[in-house]
């Protein structure tokens, strides 16, 4: 696949963006140009180094390493899995996203603001934010108009599926908002490395399984200068039976101390890490050199 030479140039940007999750080359697309999910699904993406070719399905572009793959099933954790129901989808903004303000979470409302305020050093940008769910946080920073584009990224195809209808039903938020669906794994960007100016993870770090192959994807992506900024849950120094119900469902490894996070990102080549806290709730940010 050629790129006509009248594309070419349109959607430099984008070829330099996005990468085969095989071997990270950057991809030729055919389509028409930007990163709007109109061009997106309209497009198609192939690999150069590895030959493997890439389209959208059902209004997202599968960049996982399985995509494509006709008889090759691939077993995940029950937490993964349980992510990627429709069921779990359907529920996530109707009561289970509720739910956190028990443990300290301010609201999404709230914690975008929060997450704005970390970014203002990536306004004009490109935002990735991995672990997207139904759109909660990728939505409000599509129509907060601060960045050039914005990637909802998810492993989950029914929480993809979800916040398209979510994006439909939204009369502020038109087709030619700079916003795309991408399916693609936390440990596993399909992204070139330096090419992303900040990446978000909400209350997503406790339902990786591999944080350390996350986070260190995430200082790759990230160009020098990049901030990455993410929620989630802190564990709690009770014993189990007074431990919070969260805690006591899911395993112990899925919960960390601040000084774990810390640890974690540094570890990962980040700095100037810093963070807040409110009972269980943490919201951190780290910067790549």
Known sequence: MVMAPSSLNESSAEVELLSCPVCYEPLTRVGP???????????????????????????????????????????????????????????????????????????????????????????????????????????????????????ALDFSENMLLQCYDYLMRDPDTPLATDLVLVRADASRLPFTSCSVDAVHAGAALHCWPSPSNAVAEITRVLRSGGIFVGTTFLRSSSSWMFKPLNERILPRGSYFTEEEIEDLCTSCGLINYTSKVEQSFIIFSAKKP
Request: aromatic share 16%; charged share 25%; glycine share 10%.
């Open 33 to 151: 140009p930007g990163l709007i999910l109109q061009a997106i699904c309209r497009s198609s993406f192939e690999c150069k180094k590895c030959y493997k070719s890439y389209s959208s399905k059902k209004n997202y572009l599968d960049l996982t390493v399985t995509a494509g793959l006709k008889k090759y099933v691939e077993a995940k954790p029950i937490g993964t899995e349980l992510f990627r129901s429709i069921i779990m989808s359907f529920i996530y903004e109707k009561g289970y996203r509720q739910c956190f303000k028990r443990y300290g979470f301010p609201g999404p409302d709230e914690e975008f603001k929060m997450a704005q305020d970390y970014f203002k050093s990536a306004e004009g940008g490109v935002v990735v934010d991995v672990s997207c769910g139904s759109g909660l946080f990728a939505i409000r920073f599509a129509k907060s108009g601060s960045y050039s584009g914005v990637v």
